[in-house]
């Protein structure tokens, strides 16, 4: 459980007790406690199996691969992929790859509907970089049309292993994955994914 959902919980249990001792109103007592549940119920954060191997990208967020296509970067052809994260799904982020953080970037932007192509370039959005060692993996936490807030515990510099906790995106939101033009995609378009658990690519290694 993330704290945040105890925040959220405790701060509505508040509200429920001071409504009932003014009403006594079982039905507007109902409503501060179903969204405490609900708050304890969005920031879950459960225990991932973490696939192992050399060269393994796993995906850094839980929802649905809505993109998959080439892009071209200053640092030449990248596979992109967008993984959408609906209301319902787990919100922890978790780091795709071991190696080194390189780059940590926040960009404050818009809240547009984290599905539109557009939100990749205009929405609020953490940009992180792994040094994998001979490869590179980027990823981004992008803000979605109700997320108002992207926690990042990275910092340029921290040595981060496969599938290790990194931080949220507070409601719905999108992530999306930089893989270096070698990588063998493992997922398509439509594909549900898993944070930490799910790998999105493999890129081989000698």
């Known amino acids: 459980m ?20 003014l009403t006594h ?20 954060d459960p225990q991932r199996t973490i696939p192992t191997g050399p060269g393994l990208i796993v995906s850094p967020g839980d929802g649905v691969v809505t993109e998959a296509e080439w892009i071209e970067t ?3 052809s990248r596979l992109r992929l967008s ?34 192509a557009e939100s990749v ?8 970089t792994i040094d994998a060692g001979g490869y590179e993996v980027s990823f981004k936490q992008i803000a979605g049309l109700l997320a108002r807030r992207i926690v990042c515990n ?4 921290d040595v981060v292993t496969r599938g290790q906790r990194m931080g949220l995106i507070k409601f719905g939101s999108r992530v999306d994955v930089l893989l270096p033009a070698e990588a063998n995609l493992k997922v398509k378009k439509g594909a549900r994914v898993r944070g930490g658990s799910s790998v999105l690519a493999e890129i081989a290694v000698d």
């Open 83 to 116: 993984i959408f994260l609906s209301v319902f799904d787990v919100h922890v982020n978790r780091v795709p790859v071991a190696g080194t953080v390189k780059l940590v970037e926040f960009r404050k932007g818009q809240f547009m509907n984290a599905m539109k």
């Open 25 to 44: 109103s079982v039905i507007l007592l109902a409503l501060p406690l179903i969204l405490a549940l609900f708050f304890l119920w969005f920031f879950r």
């Open 154 to 157: 990275l910092k340029v510099g």
């Open 121 to 128: 370039l205009a929405n609020e959005q953490t940009l992180i």
């Open 2 to 21: 993330v704290r945040d959902g105890y925040f959220y919980a405790l701060g509505l249990g508040a509200v429920a007790v001071l409504v009932w001792l």
């Open 74 to 76: 200053t640092g030449g």
